[in-house]
């Protein structure tokens, strides 16, 4: 019987809404073990003291203190404790969204209830195993990423931890939130501020790509205009962009000029009309269907929007 191919689906930043599944504080010693095994959701596990070895799809990882694990669905992996150590963490187990009650499962029957002291391994699920798997078109997460301020880490796994357990009405938007804010702090970790992969070998060029769009983006540009700015061809630019930042160099530029639309919607007493032209749109219409697009309601409905909240 043929394997049916696992469905894909990329959403954005604007799209990102966490639906946290399991959330645990787990310590051990050197008998600490996870056979090898895969999981059908995203786990973060962030470690707060001691050691563990992780083979993560074949690649050997030795974690310690502030590093933070990242299991994608479907990645095959196992960690042991070395001899004479101890290990403790968070973990958070949740999908990127909400992907409705079909393709739910129970964490008790899925995670808690393996042997995963004894098991040689953790067998598939077959069926969850044809659950979508989502990911983030803005960010390719690694492995294990150090993080660079551990106790913000801590101090909100600590507050998601304690609203799972809480029974509170409500908490699942306090761990939207908290996972939200973690999420927030890793994609800083891992990218520039102009949203370029701090991984990828060529993020200098692509950054003076984006310094050049930013600088330009009244003028009526075309992909070869951006390309040509750092000396590359149009599809071995757009290649290279889209590995880097997760988006073509075409939506980021229309993402810096709704940026600055939006600025002077709040700042300026330009009319709708004038601040399409000053961000590089001569079509009124177009504009406006762009801004809509992008905002989720005309570029107006913003200003009195904003203008209502700040006066």
């Not at 990882?61 to 968070?90: K, W």
């Not at 938007?173 to 501020?193: F, W």
């Not at 630019?237 to 880097?244: G, S, T, V």
């Not at 309601?297 to 913003?302: D, V």
Request: aromatic residues 10%; charged residues 25%; contains cysteine.
């Amino acid at each position: 019987m043929e394997q049916k191919k696992v469905a894909r689906q990329t959403i954005g930043f604007r799209e990102l809404a966490p639906y946290v599944r399991l959330v645990q504080h787990i310590a051990g010693d050197d008998r600490y073990r996870l056979p090898p095994r895969i999981i059908y959701d995203y786990e973060l596990k962030f470690v707060l003291e001691g050691r563990c070895d992780y083979v993560i799809e074949g690649v050997h990882y030795a974690i310690g203190p502030g590093d933070m694990v990242v299991l994608q669905p479907m990645a095959r992996h196992s960690c042991a404790v070395p001899p004479n150590e101890t290990f403790r963490y968070y973990a958070a187990h949740f999908d990127l969204i909400y992907m409705g009650d079909a393709y739910n499962f129970s964490v008790d029957d899925v995670y808690l209830s393996q042997d995963y002291v004894h098991a040689p391994f953790i067998p598939d699920d077959p069926e969850l195993t044809e659950r979508p798997v989502v990911s983030l078109a803005e960010v390719d997460f690694p492995c294990v990423v150090p993080t660079s301020a551990p106790g913000a880490y801590e101090a909100l796994f600590r507050s998601l931890y304690e609203a799972f357990g809480s029974g509170q009405y409500g908490k699942e938007l306090s761990m939207r939130a908290d996972l939200l804010h973690v999420l927030a702090l890793l994609v800083r970790e891992l990218s520039t501020p102009a949203g370029i992969s701090i991984r990828h070998p060529q993020r200098e060029r692509i950054g003076r790509a984006v310094q050049w769009m930013q600088a330009h983006y009244r003028s009526q540009l075309q992909l070869s205009d951006i390309a040509a700015s750092v000396h590359l061809s149009p599809s071995r630019f757009r290649a290279l962009f889209k590995e880097a930042t997760g988006q073509s160099p075409m939506e980021m530029l229309v993402s810096i000029r709704m940026d600055k639309a939006k600025e002077l919607l709040l700042h300026s007493s330009l009319t709708v009309g004038q601040i399409a032209e000053e961000v590089g749109y001569a079509d009124l219409h177009y504009f406006s269907r762009l801004f809509k697009r992008c905002e989720g309601m005309s570029p107006m409905q913003y200003a009195q929007s904003l203008r209502a909240r700040f006066s």
